[in-house]
């Protein structure tokens, strides 16, 4: 099973609101990454957590803020969000940070800012 | 800096035809690995194969085979008998060491009935 869920899968929000997006895989991954995908392009990575520690942040605004409650979990905390950040916003897990090993995507959560 | 090449932006084939999607990259790097990502329009990223660069052996998975050169740094995707649920957008990418992925900028595959 590779399986990583996300919700919810789509979310409208306003710039002054403050919304949680949720991710999980039971698979013992200990590497979970959020990324942030504008249409027509690739994914872009955003951070990574590695034994639920934040170990890579791409100098990600702070309006976007990353948690890890646990190995399972991943939220990704929205706050004063401009429209521009509209995207669809991926999670992935792998075994473990450092490894090389193969990324799982979940399908993702459908953002629009207005 | 890697960069990963995609220069077929969108292809069509009709269905049960084989068709290859090409690929480049550019490293200094001798140990890492390639794979190919399908998105369909439900937009979930799925991997189709992953290719290790100390392996000569290309990968296959059923329909999909990639064409791995080293030397040309060359890793190009090839789907035999394409069906209709192939249609997707393809991205090539590169991970090294330190685990980030570098994606192309992808081609769009349409499978004509």
């Known amino acids: 099973d590779t399986e990583v869920t996300q919700t919810p899968k789509h979310l409208v929000m306003g710039m002054t609101n403050k919304k949680s997006l949720k991710c999980e895989q039971h698979?013992?991954?200990?590497?979970m990454y959020w990324y942030k995908q504008k249409a027509k392009k690739p994914p872009e990575l955003m951070f990574v957590?590695?034994?639920?520690?934040?170990?890579i942040n791409e100098s990600v605004p702070s309006r976007f803020s990353p948690e890890c409650p646990n190995s399972s979990l991943l939220n990704l905390h929205l706050h004063a969000l401009q429209p521009e950040d509209s995207a669809l916003y991926l999670c992935?897990?792998?075994?473990?940070?450092?490894?090389?090993?193969?990324?799982?995507f979940g399908p993702g959560t459908r953002l629009l800012v207005l | 800096a890697q960069t990963v090449t995609q220069s077929q932006p969108e292809m069509s084939v009709q269905e049960a035809e084989t068709v290859t999607l090409s690929c480049t990259y550019d490293t200094s790097e001798n140990n890492y690995y390639l794979f190919w990502y399908k998105q369909p329009p439900s937009r979930q990223m799925i991997l189709v194969i992953r290719q290790e660069a100390y392996k000569q052996q290309n990968a296959t998975e059923n329909r999909f085979s990639v064409n791995f050169q080293k030397a040309a740094k060359s890793f190009s995707l090839k789907i035999s008998d394409s069906q209709l649920g192939d249609t997707a957008m393809y991205f090539c990418a590169f991970m090294s060491r330190d685990d980030k992925i570098i994606f192309g900028k992808g081609t769009r595959l349409h499978i004509l009935p």
């Open positions: 957590y590695s034994y639920e520690k934040l170990s």
């Open positions: 698979m013992g991954h200990r590497a």
């Open positions: 992935a897990s792998s075994h473990y940070h450092g490894g090389e090993e193969t990324q799982y």
